[in-house]
T-cell receptor, first 114, second 117 residues
Framework: RKEVEQDPGPFNVPEGATVAFNCTYS??????FFWYRQDCRKEPKLLMS???SGNEDGRFTAQLNRASQYISLLIRDSKLSDSATYLC???????????????FGTGTRLKVLA | EAGVAQSPRYKIIEKRQSVAFWCNPI?????LYWYQQILGQGPKLLIQ????????DSQLPKDRFSAERLKGVDSTLKIQPAKLEDSAVYLC???????????????FGPGTRLTVL
């Protein structure tokens, strides 16, 4: 089983639609969670961190369910410019070294259609 | 603030040749990461440095890949000899904290796109 799993999509949605992505992780010791956005042939960029209480940034809402080990991202009122790949990222602490490492999912492709 | 710099941006080589990539992280960032991203997949960590020491290289194919971060600043990643399956984008990232952490943020460079023929 992969450490971080995402539906690769693609999700094709019309402008103005609401779309939701889910991500599951296997390591219950995971410490923190993020959504990154990656445009075609570009580097990943942090979209938002995901907090236990859930958090919102404009049209974007992230939720974390530790009991079920999944993270979600909701995009409301989709724009053409939201077309990208959304990467789910989990931060895990290595108990031996005391350092943290980031595990990336494969990403979910979103295409917003005019 | 300058971002993470990488060079070259593109490289085409034949199999069994050698190649090296360079990364200059954001000034003051203690942790540096090299990732391999194959088309259609998420980035996979190859090696993680904390200052100039390696903290994780468990997924680095050490028979052909090597990396160093002398003086705890910039870093080079080398492949020798290259194989067809090494074709990928090699991303360098840096983060501020020494041990990472739950509030640390990674910043990525633009990547080097390697094609092995």
């Amino acid at each position: 089983r992969k450490e971080v799993e995402q539906d690769p999509g693609p999700f094709n949605v019309p402008e103005g639609a609401t779309v939701a992505f889910n991500c599951t992780y296997s390591n219950s010791a995971s410490q923190s969670f993020f959504w990154y956005r990656q445009d075609c042939r570009k580097e990943p960029k942090l979209l938002m961190s995901v907090y236990s209480s859930g958090n919102e940034d404009g049209r974007f809402t992230a939720q974390l369910n530790r009991a079920s080990q999944y993270i979600s991202l909701l995009i409301r009122d989709s724009k053409l410019s939201d077309s990208a790949t959304y990467l789910c990222v989990v931060n895990i602490r290595d108990n031996t070294s005391g350092t943290y490492k980031y595990i990336f999912g494969t990403g979910t492709r979103l295409k917003v259609l005019a | 603030e300058a971002g993470v710099a990488q060079s070259p941006r593109y490289k085409i080589i034949e199999k069994r040749q050698s190649v090296a990539f360079w990364c200059n992280p954001i000034s003051g960032h203690a942790t540096l990461y090299w990732y391999q991203q194959i088309l259609g997949q998420g980035p996979k960590l190859l090696i993680q440095f904390q200052n100039n020491g390696v903290v994780d290289d468990s997924q680095l194919p050490k028979d052909r890949f090597s990396a160093e971060r002398l003086k705890g600043v910039d870093s080079t990643l080398k492949i020798q000899p290259a194989k067809l399956e090494d074709s990928a984008v090699y991303l360098c990232a840096s983060s501020l904290l020494i041990a990472g952490g739950t509030t640390d943020t990674q910043y990525f460079g633009p990547g080097t796109r390697l094609t092995v023929l």
